[in-house]
């Protein structure tokens, strides 16, 4: 509709426009971006890319990779986005389910910001929003996936990075990339505002939540990492 409106989202020199509806780059993105570990030559892949944030990032730094997301309206975002700051001929924009549209082909650094938030089955839909938020019952179903799959998508000493709320446990992350065969490390962790869908899902979230790392009461902080586990 042509009284749509459109926000326009502005980082490092990334000016990144999403029209009304699609999901605005967010605390974790945030996150991520300021921290991507790109070394000299890098080729990206920015898995479940949104609006394109973190791969037109690394593209305007100079290097070339793939942005894939599942929804076909974000991939349509992202090379809107890759053209408004003229890196179309950088980044590759695909769509499809995680690693499917780059089967056969690796990469030096694989950038993600999984969806993560636990739960519960009646909360399950699947709109773009909730594909974007939405991780499952204990919130490891598409991270799981991608920890597990990541290693055949990596050059050798490529490295795995993502997101991850500390309450879904950062042990647990260590050691799941350990036994994918990553070495592991955090790259950053700060305290942000307890997420708001996470407000409303507290007592499951608590459920499933095995290293006691939420306190009791109404928290209003969680951490939130950016771990990589790289590969030999
Ligand atoms: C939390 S958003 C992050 C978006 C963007 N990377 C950012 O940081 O602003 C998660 C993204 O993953 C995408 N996604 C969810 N499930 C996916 C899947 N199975 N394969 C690929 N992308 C997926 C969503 O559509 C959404 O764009």
């Not at 179309?88 to 499917?100: Q, Y």
């Not at 505002?193 to 507290?202: D, H, K, N, Q, V």
Request: charged fraction near 25%; proline fraction near 8%; hydrophobic fraction near 40%.
């Amino acid at each position: 509709m042509a009284d749509d409106a459109i926000h326009f989202f502005q980082f490092q020199g990334c000016l990144i426009r999403v029209p009304s509806g699609a999901l605005v780059p967010k605390f974790g993105s945030l996150l991520l971006a300021r921290h991507l570990p790109l070394r000299e030559g890098d080729v990206v892949l920015d898995l479940g890319a949104g609006a394109g944030l973190i791969g037109i990032l690394a593209a305007r730094r100079g290097h070339r990779g793939v942005a894939t997301d599942v929804v076909a309206g974000c991939s349509e975002c992202t090379r809107a986005n890759a053209l408004l700051n003229g890196v179309a001929d950088r980044v590759e924009v695909r769509t499809g389910d995680l690693f499917a549209p780059v089967n056969g082909e690796a990469f030096d650094l694989i950038a993600t910001n999984p969806p993560q938030m636990p739960t519960p089955p009646d909360r399950e839909w699947n709109d773009a929003q909730s594909r974007a938020d939405n991780g499952g019952p204990d919130g490891w179903v598409i991270l799981d996936r991608i920890i597990h799959e990541a290693p055949k998508y990596l050059k050798p000493q490529g490295r795995l990075v993502f997101t991850l709320f500390g309450f879904l446990g950062i042990e647990r992350a260590l050691e799941k990339l350990r036994a994918a065969g990553l070495d592991p490390r955090v790259l950053a962790r700060e305290e942000q505002s307890f997420p708001r869908i996470g407000r409303e899902r507290l007592d499951h979230i608590r459920s499933v939540n095995g290293e006691g790392i939420l306190p009791p009461g109404r928290p209003a902080t969680c951490p939130r990492l950016v771990l990589c586990g790289q590969k030999e």
